[in-house]
């Protein structure tokens, strides 16, 4: 059965490794005939939550920018990717940021069962995703519906282009294939 896939590429970087990753996820998802959207961050503009909760009766949030439109493509996504350059241990800000935006989707009918982590980082070893995936695991918590259906982490990778070659690409094509 074919699956509305969103892909949210936080990196502030155009064409950055998480970006690459993303794209490998993208190609072996629609390979197999699933829907696919991409929305990419670094040409967003979003701001930050207030911590008002006015969303939490409305289902709407206050500030009127792109995470409007991005949440409501995330409530009616049967999966989420999320795909982020790991900075200082961490999601990047504008995927940290893009979740706390996402505040009035809880409690709401959301769609999404599975989300999906894909990152790239500096640092080579695999511990250093873990405060992401961590980050990630909070936000999916208050989703009882949903899970952290998978995750790939493309580290050794810091200048563009330095995640051609990586083992992480073939394993988010394939990721991508069997969601």
Known sequence: MSKNILVISTSPRKGGNSETLADAFIRGAE???????????????????KGCLSCLKSHQCI?????????????????????????????????????????????????????????????????AVDGAVKGLSGWIACFPKARL????????ADVVGSIQGNPALEQAYEMGKTV
């Open 31 to 49: 390979e197999t005939g699933n829907r696919v959207e991409k929305v990419c961050l670094y040409d967003k503009t979003i701001g930050f939550c």
């Open 63 to 127: 500030i009127h920018d792109d995470a409007d439109t991005i949440a409501q493509k995330m409530r009616k996504a049967d999966v989420i990717v999320f795909a982020t350059p790991v900075y200082y241990y961490e999601m990047c800000g504008q995927m940290k940021t893009m979740l706390d935006r996402a505040n009035p989707l809880y409690g709401s009918d959301y769609m999404f069962r599975e989300v999906y982590l894909l990152a790239a980082a500096a640092e080579e070893e695999d511990s």
């Open 149 to 156: 259906a998978g995750t790939v982490f493309g580290g050794g």
